[in-house]
C-alpha cells in the first residue's frame, strides 16, 4: 500500500509536537502513544475534508484532545477534583534558576486537567489564546483565567518542592 506523500509531510512536521502534547493530557505515555496514533489515523481516513491545509496543526491537536475526552468518557476512571483558589507567592528568581525540567513537568502532572491542558499547549507548543480557544471550545477570556489559575498552582507546586 503506498502511502500518500503529502500524509508522510503531516506526520513528519507534527508528530514531535502531538508526542508532547499526548501525555500532558493522558498522564500516561503509552496512552500518549495511542492517542497520537490514533489521531493520525482519523486524519487519514478525514484529513482530506480539510480544507485550509494552514489549519493542519489545529485540527491535529483539536482531534488528539477530542479524542482524549472520548476515550476518558468510555473509562471513566477520572474523577473531577474541584478547583483550588488559594493565593501564592511568587517564586524567588533564585529558585526559578534552580528548577529543573523534570521538576516542573512532574509538578505540571499534577495540576487538573483543565489548568495542565492550556499551560501546556500555550508554553510547550506555543499556541495562541485563540488557538486554544478554538481547540478547547471555550471563550478566550476563560482561557486567559485558567493560564492565571495554573500558573498560580503550578508555582505553589514548584515552592513546595
Known amino acids: 500500500m503506498d502511502v500518500d506523500p503529502s500524509f508522510e509531510r503531516v506526520v513528519g512536521d507534527h508528530y514531535q509536537n502531538l508526542y508532547r502534547f499526548a501525555p500532558s493530557l ?12 490514533q489521531t493520525f489515523s ?8 480539510l480544507r485550509d491545509g494552514s489549519k493542519v496543526k489545529t485540527w491535529l491537536f483539536t482531534t488528539l484532545r477530542r479524542e482524549f475526552f472520548s476515550t476518558r468518557r468510555r473509562s471513566e476512571r477520572f474523577v473531577d477534583e474541584p478547583p483550588d483558589e488559594a493565593t501564592t507567592p511568587d517564586l524567588s528568581e533564585d529558585r526559578l534558576s534552580s528548577l529543573d525540567g523534570e521538576a516542573v513537568m512532574s509538578a505540571l502532572g499534577k495540576l487538573p486537567l483543565e489548568y495542565r491542558e492550556p499551560l501546556t499547549l500555550f508554553y510547550l507548543e506555543e499556541h495562541s489564546y485563540q488557538d486554544i480557544a478554538n481547540q478547547m471550545d471555550i471563550p478566550i477570556g476563560t482561557v486567559m483565567s485558567r493560564l492565571s ?6 508555582r505553589a507546586l514548584l515552592e513546595n518542592e
Open 26 to 37: 493522558s498522564q500516561n505515555e503509552a496512552d500518549a502513544c495511542d492517542l497520537v496514533q
Open 42 to 49: 482519523i486524519y487519514a481516513r478525514k484529513g482530506h475534508q
Open 149 to 154: 489559575r495554573a500558573k498560580r498552582r503550578l
